[in-house]
T-cell receptor
Framework: GQNIDQPTEMTATEGAIVQINCTYQ??????LFWYQQHAGEAPTFLSY????GLEEKGRFSSFLSRSKGYSYLLLKELQMKDSASYLC?????????????FGAGTRLAVHP | EAGVTQFPSHSVIEKGQTVTLRCDPI?????LYWYRRVMGKEIKFLLH????????ESGMPNNRFLAERTGGTYSTLKVQPAELEDSGVYFC??????????FGPGTRLTVL
């Protein structure tokens, strides 16, 4: 089966650092994605990992360990606008079958 | 460049009625995906078009759902007849073949 787990909710303080974890068990693996979604809006792409290690993009970093089925999204210097849902998604297959399997999302609340 | 657009943004219908959702992908994107999120659950894959052909329709819940992409441009998703459990947010995404799927804002469907 396909299973992706992430915490339901997290809170953090403006200016701080927060780490959102994601564990997955899927029938295959061809990449892990993080998306940000503000309420009522489209999910927007944040990061992509297919090899083990850390990918850094500005205030956002994403880490992957394929052997552990584990990823995290690290958000630094938190801003109020970072309050949103963060979606972890796995692409199980290659060869043109590019559907994403999503976790339920982590709702992050940033407070002053 | 315009993003993925979806119409309508909201639809409220009664059980047994028919509803047609429309998605306009980013111009030139051959790959088009439909996903949906039912209340409190994760976003789930429905199907994937490459141009006008259905590449993967493994997520379509039953034969009340019909997706088309005539001409390989915009796509429609028809639900006929609608049932209460079809309520949720229907997302469309497109990609030119790269890793990032660009999502639309979704259509919120409420079946009463």
């Amino acid at each position: 089966g396909q299973n992706i787990d992430q915490p339901t909710e997290m809170t953090a303080t403006e200016g701080a650092i927060v780490q959102i974890n994601c564990t997955y068990q899927t029938s295959g693996f061809n990449g892990l994605f993080w998306y940000q979604q503000h309420a009522g809006e489209a999910p927007t792409f944040l990061s992509y990992n297919v090899l083990d290690g850390l990918e850094e993009k500005g205030r956002f970093s994403s880490f992957l360990s394929r052997s552990k089925g584990y990823s995290y999204l690290l958000l630094k210097e938190l801003q109020m606008k970072d309050s949103a849902s963060y979606l972890c998604a796995v692409r199980p297959f290659s060869g043109g079958y590019n559907k994403l399997i999503f976790g339920a999302g982590t709702r992050l609340a940033v407070h002053p | 460049e315009a993003g993925v657009t979806q119409f309508p943004s909201h639809s409220v219908i009664e059980k047994g009625q028919t509803v047609t959702l429309r998605c306009d992908p980013i111009s030139g994107h051959d790959n088009l995906y439909w996903y949906r999120r039912v209340m409190g659950k994760e976003i789930k894959f429905l199907l994937h078009f490459v141009k006008e052909s259905k590449q993967d329709e493994s997520g379509m819940p039953n034969n009340r759902f019909l997706a088309e992409r005539t001409g390989g441009t915009y796509s429609t998703l028809k639900v006929q007849p609608a049932e209460l459990e079809d309520s949720g947010v229907y997302f469309c995404a497109s990609t030119s073949g790269g890793n990032e799927q660009f999502f639309g804002p979704g259509t919120r469907l409420t079946v009463l």
